[in-house]
Nanobody, 124 residues
């Protein structure tokens, strides 16, 4: 399956963006999906994950501000990002894990399908 991330851009602090991750095959809807990000000079880190049946989990740094969701009819996973801060500036990636888990993995090593990143820049 191929993944296409989109929705990044430039936004002021306190603003919002919605990222989308579209899967090229219907099987994407039965996989767990994670959003990761890599800020300049930092390692790629987990942001949020959603299982095939809708269970969600988040990094502590985004809890209460970001919401991950999926529309299986569209084979698309979304990341709604509110109350953005400059610390959220990063390239955001979506990734898919074909295992049927109760909780999406927070480890990037468990994901074997990756989309190209989309850049999010938050200005102060």
């Amino acid at each position: 399956v191929q993944l296409q991330a989109s929705g990044g851009g430039l936004v002021q602090a306190g603003g919002y963006l919605r990222l989308s991750c579209a899967g090229s095959e219907r099987t994407f809807s039965s996989w767990s999906t994670g959003w990761f990000r890599r800020a300049p000079g930092k390692e790629r880190e987990f942001v949020a994950g959603i299982t095939w049946n809708g269970n969600t989990n988040y990094a502590d740094s985004v809890k209460g501000r970001f919401t991950i969701s999926r529309d299986n009819a569209k084979s698309t996973v979304y990341l709604q990002m509110n109350s953005l801060t400059p610390e959220d500036t990063a390239v955001y990636y979506c990734a898919a894990d074909p295992r049927r888990l109760g909780v999406a993995s927070a480890s990037r090593y468990d994901y074997n399908h990756w989309g190209r990143g989309t850049l999010v820049t938050v200005s102060s």
